[in-house]
């Protein structure tokens, strides 16, 4: 199927559930994010900062980009005018240096975040544990931040076909997006994504509850491993 066949046919799945598509575009040309753009899409993520830079400079402005993969606080200076919600925070010391960077841009709306939370068996994904989720949001740094706006949870499950194991991790994430909104956000609308499951795995995180998905192979094909 073409690119906008991909796409119309991730919009009639989720029609009927409140999640929406992140189409990853990490390692894909100009060209082909063009198409998903043509369709309508408008929601795209990237996990490299310089490519997400290239690409912001070369692409229609309303496009909501969002920032996916792990982030340096070296590197939040150059998303912070533009970008709409960085998706992978996974300590305090990046939450203040975006809260930072986005009052010297003098940004009218604040950065979405979501909090990172590790629930995958594999030390090479990044994330902070619920307990360290909590403890960030009881901190005096973070309340009081004013260009921030923490949106929700983000989770990368284990690299794995066993649908048990992935049951088991997106509802671990569930049940710390249902811990930190009784806790810090009763009342707040402005939390309520959980950002979990990808192109092999996106039905059973909608099964379990998942807001946003974030496909790229589903959409744009095989990866080119060669801009990794």
């Known amino acids: 199927m073409s690119i906008k066949d991909n796409i119309l046919y991730f919009d009639e799945q989720l029609r009927q559930s409140p999640c929406r598509l992140v189409a990853v575009s990490k390692t894909h040309p100009v060209e082909v ?9 408008r929601l795209f993520g990237e996990n490299k900062v310089q490519e997400l830079v290239e690409k912001y400079a070369l692409l229609p402005h309303d496009i909501a980009w969002h920032l996916i993969g792990h982030l340096q606080t070296n590197k939040v200076k150059y998303i912070a005018e533009f970008i709409d919600t960085i998706e992978s925070v996974d300590s305090l010391k990046l939450l203040v240096e975006i809260n930072k960077r986005a009052e010297m841009y003098g940004r009218t709306l604040p950065i979405n975040c979501m909090l990172q939370i590790s629930i995958a068996d594999e030390e090479t994904k990044y994330g902070m544990s619920c307990e360290e989720a909590d403890a960030l949001l009881q901190s005096v740094e973070y309340r009081s931040m004013e260009y921030v706006r ?40 402005d939390f309520r994504e959980i950002s979990m499951g990808m192109t092999s795995d996106w039905k059973i995180a909608v099964e379990e509850g998942s807001t946003m998905i974030r496909v790229g192979s589903g959409i744009f094909g095989a990866r080119d491993y060669s801009k990794k």
């Open 33 to 41: 994010i063009k198409e998903a753009y043509d369709a309508g899409h």
């Open 150 to 189: 923490i949106t929700g949870v983000m989770g990368i499950a284990t690299n794995t076909p066993h649908e048990g194991k992935l049951r088991q991790e997106f509802r671990q994430l569930r049940s710390c997006f249902m811990y930190l909104k009784e806790k810090f956000f009763v009342g707040n609308d």
